[in-house]
C-alpha cells in the first residue's frame, strides 16, 4: 500500500527472537527518554536531530554485525549498516510520528520487532492518508523510496490497538533498528 515499505514476517525464528531479546537486556539501557534505548555504533543525538564523528561509540558488536551482515546478505540494505537504536516501549508508550533524520541516515531504515505485536501508523507528508501496520514479534519492516522519505511513522501510546477488528493488548516491545550513518 505504501511504496518502498517492505514487511517481512517470522525474519527471524523464536529461538533467534529470545536469544536477541536476552543479549539486549544484558546491555545498558539508557534512560534520559520516556521510553528506554540503546544507542551502537553512533548515538543519536534527538534534540540536534543529528549525528556526529564525536558520537562514535564503536563498532556495532558482534551479536549486532551477525545481524547487520544477513540484513546486507539477504540483499535488504544496500552496506552493512553502522548504526544501530534499541528502542523498550511498555503498555502505553508511544512515539511521535516522524521521519527519520534525512542527512543522518541512509535511503534504507530497517527495524526487526520483538516482544509485543502494535500498531505503527504510516502517514503521509502531503495528504491525509493514514495507513495502520501491525507489527509482530519476529517481523521485519523496511522503509525506502517514498515510505522512508515521504511518510512519517509512530506509535500512538496507548495499552491497546484494534487492528482488522481485533483488540491487541500490548506489552513489552522492542525494536532493533538498523540503518547507515552518512554525511560523517
Not at 511504496?3 to 525474519?11: E, M, P, Q, R
Not at 528506554?36 to 549525528?51: E, F, W
Not at 501491525?134 to 517481523?139: D, V
Not at 493488548?169 to 540503518?179: A, M, N
Request: with cysteine; charged share 20%.
Amino acid at each position: 500500500m505504501i511504496s518502498g515499505l517492505i514487511y517481512h514476517k517470522n525474519y527471524i525464528t523464536s529461538s533467534e527472537h529470545d536469544t536477541l531479546l536476552a543479549t539486549i537486556d544484558g546491555q545498558i539501557w539508557m534512560t534520559d527518554l520516556k521510553r528506554r534505548v540503546q544507542h551502537y555504533g553512533y548515538r543519536y543525538d534527538y534534540r540536534a536531530r543529528a549525528t556526529t564523528t564525536d558520537r562514535y561509540l564503536g563498532a556495532l558488536p558482534d551479536w549486532l554485525m551477525v545481524l547487520g551482515k544477513k540484513l546486507h546478505g539477504d540483499r535488504l540494505i544496500p552496506a552493512i549498516p553502522t548504526q544501530v537504536i534499541i528502542n523498550e516501549y511498555l503498555a502505553g508508550q508511544g512515539i511521535a510520528p516522524h521521519v527519520d533524520c534525512e542527512p543522518c541516515f541512509g535511503d534504507t531504515i530497517i527495524s526487526l520487532s520483538l516482544g509485543s505485536s502494535c500498531v505503527m501508523n504510516f502517514a503521509h507528508l502531503k495528504s491525509d492518508i493514514e495507513i495502520p501496520i501491525l507489527l509482530e514479534p519476529c517481523s521485519l519492516f523496511i522503509m525506502q523510496d517514498e515510505s522512508r522519505y515521504l511518510w512519517k511513522h509512530g506509535i500512538p501510546a496507548r495499552k491497546n490497538d484494534i487492528f482488522a477488528g481485533k483488540t491487541i493488548h500490548r506489552q513489552r516491545r522492542v525494536s532493533v533498528t538498523f540503518r547507515t550513518v552518512i554525511n560523517i
